[in-house]
């Protein structure tokens, strides 16, 4: 089945304590993305990677990384976890192409106390 | 800058009673437009896109939204509510980088 695959689904830490957050995809795709979830403000992109090596920051990196080493998963990872990096985060995936559909993950729901 | 406005956080309708979502962007060159629905727990799935070619598109479940470049719209719209279709709509704008602006999101209620 295509899909696009994440873990942990759901994550509670603490300030400071680095985390990673997978995301696997299975369909071959070259782009995929990182965007985070709040009330009243959409989805917002975080980072992106056009394809293997090639990242960029998406409206909203500031406490993010990423890394793009095989086609299929594109890592978050938060070094120093704050408490307003709480949110709904989503990995997506697509073919190369600005008018091709996006498949989205099931979504990583993080609490940063 | 492109941008997406969706009107109105929540709409409520009545089952059976017609849905329309409004969508607005804005774009500098001829945009590429999507909806999104995401029901609870779950992730974004594609309703529709439009792309080139007939500005009236159909999507799943008998969603559809037409492109009036004029008014810079792209409205969702349903004949008939079912309570199945309660859920969060977002409409997205793709860049030419492969990113999306989403709209704030709507949130259908259908009442019984």
């Known amino acids: 089945e295509a899909q696009v695959t994440q873990n942990p689904r759901y994550l509670i830490t603490v300030t400071g304590k680095k985390l990673t957050v997978t995301c696997s995809q299975n369909?071959?795709?070259?782009?995929m993305s990182w965007y985070r979830q709040d009330p009243g403000l959409g989805l917002r992109q975080i980072y992106y990677?056009?394809?293997?090596?090639?990242?960029d920051k998406g409206d909203v990196p500031e406490g993010y990384k990423v890394s793009r080493k095989e086609k299929r998963n594109f890592p978050l990872i938060l070094e120093s976890p704050s408490p307003n990096q709480t949110s709904l985060y989503f990995c997506?995936?697509?073919?190369?192409?600005?008018?091709?559909?996006?498949?989205f993950g099931p979504g990583t729901r993080l609490t940063v106390l | 800058a492109q941008s997406v406005t969706q009107l109105g956080s929540h709409v409520s309708v009545s089952e059976g009673a017609l849905v329309l979502l409004r969508c607005n962007y804005s774009?500098?060159?001829?945009?590429?437009l999507f909806w999104y629905v995401q029901y609870p727990n779950q992730g974004l799935q594609l309703l529709l896109k439009?792309?080139?070619?007939?500005?009236l598109v159909k999507g799943i479940n008998g969603f559809e939204a037409e492109f009036k470049k004029s008014e810079t719209s792209f409205h969702l719209t349903k004949p008939s509510a079912h309570m199945s279709d309660a859920a969060e709509y977002f409409c997205?704008?793709?860049?030419?980088?492969?990113?999306?602006?989403f709209g704030q999101g709507t949130t259908l209620q259908v009442k019984p």
């Open positions: 997506a995936s697509s073919l190369a192409g600005e008018y091709n559909e996006q498949f």
């Open positions: 369909m071959n795709h070259e782009y």
């Open positions: 990677s056009m394809n293997v090596e090639v990242t």
């Open positions: 774009s500098s060159v001829p945009p590429y």
């Open positions: 439009y792309t080139t070619g007939a500005t």
């Open positions: 997205a704008v793709s860049l030419n980088t492969g990113k999306l602006i």
